[in-house]
Nanobody
């Protein structure tokens, strides 16, 4: 059964950093584009960053220059390095394929709270 398992969230002050990780239990991880998504309080879930099967990456305008997505195919893991965090980055962060799988359920996500 394919699963997305996110980790690394927490409480951080504005301007701080966090590194999220998502491990995917699938043998064909390397052939899938992956994305990090987030859902803030009372908001819809939106794509934050994506990475293709090579090194091509894309970012939402609100995080470009602050967040970096990367992947380690040997570990079936995708990362999101988040720097210069702002209160508006507070959300539950999820990973999924890009576009999101219509078959595999979303993981539990990891909570990121940016507050002083």
């Amino acid at each position: 059964q394919v699963q997305f398992v996110e980790s690394g969230g927490g409480l951080v002050q504005p301007g701080g950093s966090l590194r999220l990780a998502c491990t995917v239990s699938i043998e064909t991880f390397s052939i899938h584009a992956m994305g990090w998504y987030r859902q803030g309080p009372g908001k819809q879930r939106d794509l934050v960053a994506s990475i293709g099967t090579s090194t091509n990456t894309n970012y939402a305008g609100s995080v470009r220059g602050r967040f970096t997505i990367s992947r380690d195919n040997a570990k079936n893991t995708v990362y999101l390095q988040m720097n210069s965090l702002k209160p508006e980055d507070t959300a539950v962060y999820y990973c999924n394929s890009m576009p999101p799988s219509g078959v595999v359920a979303w993981g539990q996500g990891t909570q990121v709270t940016v507050s002083s």
